[in-house]
């Protein structure tokens, strides 16, 4: 009895005494590892680094390096809590504070998708150092409890159509599906309820927008997300229950679903026969993309400073009679109006929709959520010396033609002289949308030329500005609150003339035909010439 009672004692130790708890053997599932090497910092560092983080943190992180800045309100994530030394990218084993070049790496790179922006560039590599050593003094814990080993990214495997099928395979053994969703996208069924450390709502990474991913988007950057986990959040270390080999396969799968993104200033549209009425039509497999930068509406009120979509992906083509534009975007959670507010958010939404005013309610779907939307803008009339309108909805010297298509309503249109005078109208524009595994795909189709006053003509060969406006009803977006876009411009490429393909083969016609000309020529005339008769010497006999 005596013994068993040791047994649990010992037991109930080692789980609760992390002292005493027995350390992995990373080893012997092919991880290499090393022991760290903490920094040693001087008084006169620390007082540097406080100097800088005052006049250059402090805003956000709080003079306390508590999180509760003058602008922790309005960012989503909230800065970093310091105090409690619960640090997300880190190449330490999971629940484990960085190791001090996590921090340097962090602090001059930024954080992709967030607030924290790079100050590589406008802080020398000395004084990030200095605000390193300032920032670990918030917490005790980096000289009591210091990372002891951290992982070493080396031993990559190359990423062949082999490394990438077992790499799904373990997304599908691993259940990284329950979260980031089947395609990736961060749509999976557990989406909606998850919460960080701090009781903050949380979704799951985007993985097939690689731009957005915090930690960075390499091989070796997922590798390391996936071998520590990301601390204070869901997302869990992979190295107690999988093997580096596996996790290096894995890594390359979420590689291989990610793209680059293609950002530009034109929209080109590409003539074919007839436009395609369906969203997946195969012709869009064939056309270029172009991805545009979306930030909140920061300047009228009520304002967004954080939007959920921060990317649009577009593409175009014409006929002979019709515009078509596909608008694509990710959004982990569909919303079509009407819906309940999510839990504890019910005093949110309300305190949020108390300020609607007019051209809210014009644009509101109805319901206590609102739903999800686009709406692509064009110049309404002809622009004079080629000034665009306001990129906020027009003004009344420059109104806009704005279409909008709503999940759960559809296609609407709308004149407007800016975001106080938006008046809805009829028009000929048609549209689908269908969302699916966390993606919207809407089409929206016109005719080329209309007879309704204050719309714009689409001409082929023409620069016709164009710009995009986004809402997440999950996000409570509404109104004025949505994601925008600045004015980019549509180009429908003009058919080449037959002629131009004509000339070049005239020109080396007519080459040619000169070149045999002149040769002939040259011949008769060397043929003319009769050689002249050499004249020997005379030879005196005398």
């Known amino acids: 009895?005596?013994?068993?009672?040791?047994?649990?004692?010992?037991?109930?130790?080692?789980?609760?005494?992390?002292?005493?708890?027995?350390?992995?053997?990373?080893?012997?599932?092919?991880?290499?590892?090393?022991?760290?090497?903490?920094?040693?910092?001087?008084?006169?560092?620390?007082?540097?680094?406080?100097?800088?983080?005052?006049?250059?943190?402090?805003?956000?992180?709080?003079?306390?390096?508590?999180?509760?800045?003058?602008?922790?309100?309005?960012?989503?994530?909230?800065?970093?809590?310091?105090?409690?030394?619960?640090?997300?990218?880190?190449?330490?084993?999971?629940?484990?504070?960085?190791?001090?070049?996590?921090?340097?790496?962090?602090?001059?790179?930024?954080?992709?998708?967030?607030?924290?922006?790079?100050?590589?560039?406008?802080?020398?590599?000395?004084?990030?150092?200095?605000?390193?050593?300032?920032?670990?003094?918030?917490?005790?814990?980096?000289?009591?409890?210091?990372?002891?080993?951290?992982?070493?990214?080396?031993?990559?495997?190359?990423?062949?159509?082999?490394?990438?099928?077992?790499?799904?395979?373990?997304?599908?053994?691993?259940?990284?599906?329950?979260?980031?969703?089947?395609?990736?996208?961060?749509?999976?069924?557990?989406?909606?309820?998850?919460?960080?450390?701090?009781?903050?709502?949380?979704?799951?990474?985007?993985?097939?927008?690689?731009?957005?991913?915090?930690?960075?988007?390499?091989?070796?950057?997922?590798?390391?997300?996936?071998?520590?986990?990301?601390?204070?959040?869901?997302?869990?270390?992979?190295?107690?229950?999988?093997?580096?080999?596996?996790?290096?396969?894995l890594a390359n799968y979420l590689h291989s679903i990610g793209r680059e993104p293609n950002w530009g200033e034109i929209l080109r549209a590409r003539k074919i026969d007839a436009v395609p009425e369906d969203p997946f039509a195969p012709a869009w497999d064939e056309v270029a993309t172009l991805d545009i930068h979306l930030a909140g509406q920061i300047i009228q009120e009520p304002r967004l400073f954080n939007p959920s979509v921060q990317s649009l992906t577009v593409q175009a083509l014409f006929d002979d009679k019709e515009l078509a534009l596909l608008l694509t975007w990710n959004d982990r959670i569909e919303n079509k109006g009407g819906d309940e507010a999510p839990d504890g958010e019910d005093e949110a939404f309300d305190e949020e929709y108390e300020a609607f005013d007019e051209e809210d309610e014009a644009l509101d779907a109805g319901g206590e959520v609102p739903n999800d939307r686009v709406s692509v803008l064009f110049p309404a009339r002809e622009m004079e010396e080629g000034k665009k309108p306001y990129f906020l909805m027009g003004d009344r010297k420059r109104p806009v033609d704005a279409w909008q298509w709503s999940a759960g309503v559809g296609t609407e249109t709308f004149f407007a002289r800016g975001m106080d005078d938006v008046k809805p109208r009829a028009s000929s524009v048609m549209g689908q949308g269908v969302y699916r595994e966390g993606q919207y795909r809407v089409l929206l189709r016109r005719s080329l030329g209309v007879d309704l006053d204050d719309t714009v003509v689409f001409t082929p060969g023409r620069m016709i500005p164009i710009a995009w406006n986004v809402w997440d009803g999950e996000n409570a977006e509404n109104g004025k609150q949505r994601a925008i876009s600045r004015w980019y411009y549509l180009l429908l490429e003009p058919e080449t003339p037959w002629t131009t393909w004509l000339w070049p083969f005239i020109v080396v016609v007519l080459t040619a035909g000169g070149e045999v000309f002149g040769l002939r020529r040259l011949r008769r005339h060397w043929a003319s010439q009769k050689p002249a008769t050499p004249t020997l010497p005379e030879v005196s006999t005398s």
């Open 1 to 249: 009895m005596a013994n068993s009672c040791r047994g649990v004692l010992l037991l109930m130790a080692t789980l609760l005494m992390p002292g005493i708890a027995p350390a992995q053997d990373f080893a012997a599932k092919g991880f290499k590892v090393i022991p760290t090497s903490p920094r040693e910092s001087t008084p006169e560092d620390v007082a540097a680094g406080k100097l800088l983080y005052e006049a250059n943190c402090m805003q956000c992180h709080g003079a306390e390096g508590d999180g509760q800045g003058v602008m922790a309100e309005l960012l989503n994530p909230r800065p970093r809590d310091f105090r409690r030394a619960i640090y997300k990218i880190r190449r330490t084993p999971q629940g484990e504070l960085p190791i001090d070049d996590d921090l340097f790496q962090i602090v001059s790179n930024g954080m992709p998708g967030t607030s924290m922006p790079a100050w590589r560039g406008l802080l020398s590599d000395a004084q990030i150092w200095q605000l390193v050593d300032y920032i670990e003094t918030f917490s005790e814990d980096f000289a009591d409890y210091p990372a002891e080993e951290q992982f070493v990214l080396e031993g990559r495997i190359e990423q062949t159509p082999e490394s990438i099928q077992r790499g799904a395979e373990v997304y599908v053994k691993a259940e990284c599906a329950k979260c980031h969703g089947v395609g990736g996208r961060g749509d999976g069924p557990s989406a909606a309820t998850l919460e960080d450390e701090w009781e903050f709502r949380i979704f799951p990474a985007d993985l097939t927008q690689p731009w957005t991913l915090r930690g960075g988007s390499s091989v070796e950057d997922l590798f390391r997300t996936l071998a520590t986990g990301v601390n204070g959040t869901p997302m869990p270390s992979f190295s107690d229950a999988w093997g580096a080999e596996d996790l290096w396969h």
